[in-house]
């Protein structure tokens, strides 16, 4: 019997994770002699709707794919079999067989506030090692960078309170949901019900039961015992698996209050539920059992709930978080912009169009006010002496990482400690607003003449 | 220095691959001993928005799961480790590091139209196993079941032409990539840009050039001649980097017009461009040369494009498809639905609120008209004798497959016949119609006997 394909992404199958045309221009590179230094960024050209900024993430996992990316065997075998590579030779072959990636990385450190035409990561390598990865990196820093920007709103809409990720059964496949685990982490996620995710990243990992638990039971009443006699001091109970203020009542004459941590309501009014159901608890004297509310919120529910100061404790998001569902991709590009040719450096841009960028290698300069509130940005050229701070950090030099990797916790706070520094109009949840990012006259003085250039011929 | 995680799914973490409150859950039950057997459907309550059908997907990948799913020594000790655990006995420890999933598994075959209420995958084993695989079969079946449903609408939209799978860059992650590439195949494209789909799947691959190639020459003519040169039967040129009207001039004097296959249109008013491309291969005879669009493009800007007798031959289609953009989440849910005790089987169902569903162990039975056009379904109980054809098939039996898996280029196969079988009102893009899921009187009054005998308690 035919077994069935797992489809997992493994280190031996790493060179394949790309897009056709990447192999086919490498080979053309090569034939054409075509492999000097050259430079791409990944940026984005404008922010989604409904964003004021994003939260920087997916560099950890960028990297891993740089120090292990190679072509396998059965790899070259694959490619060499295709019919486009017809008359391609068995150099490039060969070529293939020894790839490994050998440039320079610099990145805005994961956690860090991005607006639009920043580079979120610099790569300059040789030109065929540095189209290559071009779409390995974009599916990871676009998606990890799309969910931790979904979930520093929604952790600014819960303002103090816990969030928890509850998305993994609604993510785009088991290892979306890892990584929206890690994203929902950076963006401030106090914990995740991946489990994965826990154990990988130390992500500390919480949950419930579920309505299966409660219907398993002839009674919700056995169903709480059996679960409290398992769990004495970590039960959190489901209590709107058949009425929710019913069993929430039920909850007060069990008598295992004492320990009880938590009850989740999951679906009906969640306002008017959860103060129902606070009133019911602490007239019993269980003013420390926690209320956890579930069941497709999302930002918006999350700030509606807390205006009407629903006594929710913990929130617990999926659906909408780990797909951010309202803008569910973020159109991260990966440009070149400059290219080495016979030892000069030569600034390479596009302008067909509506889509423009600036070309040549930049620096992203940060400007804060007095009080440290981000002002404004300044794209300069790299090395440009601009003051403010340079984002943009070497991780990686000579294909070897030179920078050691943050804690998740650190870079958490990064983004805790970053989005206190966002002036507010960018922390409203409607009406995004937008942030200055200047050019530095330099760096339109060589637009100008790249494109100057580019036309003339 | 610290090695950056890869955050891959492997077959030896499989076991962590779930929402925490799984293995809670299967402790509790556990510990109670309520380990006899539950069947659990996987079924989505309604469609999402302007959706008329779903296209099942997935399955593959679930029982790739199923058959290897199991807790590492490392994953045992992890979960051990977890102070929620504290009190339960090493006896569940032990039934961990056995674990395998040894149950059966009906479901739908993929390809097949499915609507809501309808279950995809049906599973009946020992509780704790149904309990502990439900978060990542529905990450599996939700997402392929999404894309391959919007690959579906971007198809029918294309009508005889080409859809190629152009979203690796801005699918949730790489894995997440590579089974889009398999859903959007189910769903009717024809190729992907996803290598490794490519080599695992045996999809056809295909690609054209990136802005990058004709940027990293002076010339545009250079660039073209230079790709061209290494693959001289395949070259298809990208021809928006600078002014698309003069680069489709440019093509006409490059004398290579025998053997080019396509040029692509990326950007720009893609309708007046490749009719104005069209009119100038035709005048210099290129009549065989195809044109391909992409940007941003989908199932309502294809079918405008169709309609407006745009001569594109084929439509790369990107992060709109892989994404799902506009309703980028299925709400797949697995639901408890019949459970034995003492060797009796006990339908269950939960009622809170809006949250209703069907209890007992189902069948879907489809009735097609005197044209072979779908007709309507109806959900009844399993081995219930309604005429019409039951969808629900044995895949798997005690743990073991039991029915040889169909080739992939099969599935899309079933999917086109399909969809030629739908109401021409569910094929409509917009205004999305229902398609009439009646409950077999059986199955009705099981659902009110259940409901009764719960709410009496």
Redesign the interface.
Known sequence: ???????????N?LG??????????A???F??N?NQP?T?ELFVRKLPENRSFLVAAGL??A??YL??LHFSK??VE??KG???F???TKDFFNYLKKFRFSGDVYALPEGTPVFAEEPLIRITAP?IET?VV???L???I???TLIASKAARVVLAAREREVVD?G?????????????A?ACFIGGCLST????A????GIP????????????F??EEEAFR??H??????TALLI?????IRAACLVKELNIGDKLLAVRLD??DILSLSKEVRKILDEAGLRHVKIMASGDLNEDKIDELMRNNAPIDLFGVG??MV???DQ?????I???VE?ERCGERIP????????VFYPSCKQVYRFLNHSGVYQEDILGVDKEDMGGQPLLEPVMINGK?CK??PDLKDIQNRTLESLSCLPERLKRLKTADSYPVRKSPKLEEIRRYTEVM??G?
């Open positions: 019997m035919k077994e069935p394909k797992s489809l997992f992404i493994n280190e199958n394949l994770v790309t897009d056709f045309y990447q192999l086919t221009m080979a053309g590179y034939q054409n075509m050259a791409f950890e996992q990297l891993h120090m292990h059965e790899a694959y490619i295709h019919p486009v017809k008359y391609v030109m189209q071009e779409t390995y974009l599916a990871t676009n998606f990890q509850f993994s059964r609604r993510a785009h496949g088991p290892q979306a949901a890892v990584l929206a890690r019900s991946n489990v994965l826990g154990q990988q990243l990992v919480m949950g419930t039961m579920a309505h299966s638990w409660v219907m398993a002839d009674t059996a679960f006699r398992v769990f004495p001091e970590n709107d698996t058949y009425d929710t679906s009906g659906t909408e797909t951010s569902k569910p991709a973020l159109g991260g990966y440009k070149l290219q390479r841009m596009k302008f067909s169009e509506e889509k990482m050691e990797l580019l036309k011929r």
